[in-house]
């Protein structure tokens, strides 16, 4: 049964006429195990003139390495009906874990453009009334082209990180006899971690929250490397033959 503890979440900021509202994801349950992977940054290539005596450096790279986390979450709806709020209750009973999936799968549409319903809507004004879409449509809005939504994947105090979601795969395991809604089911979950060159291209509150969080979280792992520094001055010096 769910217990009182820290979880991970996921932090979707979606876009409002007034401010921004997090779509916050909380983990009904931590996955029991995560991978963390680095991949090394790309190598610098040789210089696009015919100078030859111009060699790049062999251990140049270009950005950082590239970061993702991949693991499983489960999901359940007999303890949302035991220790859930009553709306949880009223939810898990209407239609199990489905509006937890419904809420994973979302992190995967694009936001603007023809990722949405407005964003995708034209209108014309003639004598014959009012149009929408098509060519015939006389007056068009100019649609932004449409982007991932912007995620916070939240793992304690210490990761909070701008992420897009690379895969997503649901097994369903249990259903309801009624409106067969799924009451049992795991998602495998792939995460790439936004790159610096990737949040430059986020622009507005959107920008800043996602540059903060990566700020955040590199400047606390690099102050944890340090820390490192104590360890490895008492382990050499058990390593010296005097």
């Not at 790049?56 to 590239?66: I, K, S, T």
């Amino acid at each position: 049964m769910a217990g009182k503890f820290l979880r991970g979440a996921f932090v979707e900021m979606m876009p409002t006429f007034l401010v921004p509202i997090p779509n916050i994801i909380i983990f009904q349950y931590n996955p029991e195990t995560i991978t963390h992977t680095w991949t090394p940054a790309q190598k610098q290539t040789a210089p696009a003139s015919g100078d030859t005596a111009a060699k790049p450096n062999p251990l140049a790279v270009m950005g950082n390495p590239g970061e993702s986390f991949s693991f499983t979450l489960a999901m359940d709806a007999t303890d949302m009906l035991a220790d859930g709020s009553p709306v949880a209750q009223g939810i898990a009973k209407v239609s199990g874990i489905y509006t937890r999936i419904a809420a994973l799968e979302m992190l995967l549409y694009p936001t603007g453009g023809g990722g949405d319903l407005l964003g995708s809507l034209s209108v014309s004004v003639g004598a014959g009334g009012i149009s929408f879409g098509g060519a015939a449509a006389g007056v068009k809005r100019n649609i932004p082209p449409a982007v991932l939504p912007m995620v916070l994947f939240v793992w304690g105090p210490g990761r909070i990180l701008p992420v897009k979601v690379k895969s997503l795969s649901i097994t369903e395991k249990l259903y309801d006899e009624v409106l067969l809604n799924p009451t049992h089911a795991e998602a495998q979950i792939g995460l790439d971690v936004l790159t610096p060159e990737e949040l430059n291209a986020v622009s507005g509150i959107f920008g800043d929250i996602a540059k903060g969080a990566y700020t955040y979280s590199q400047a606390l792992r690099q102050a944890l490397a340090i820390a490192n520094l104590a360890n490895s001055v008492e382990s050499a010096i058990g390593m010296l033959p005097i």
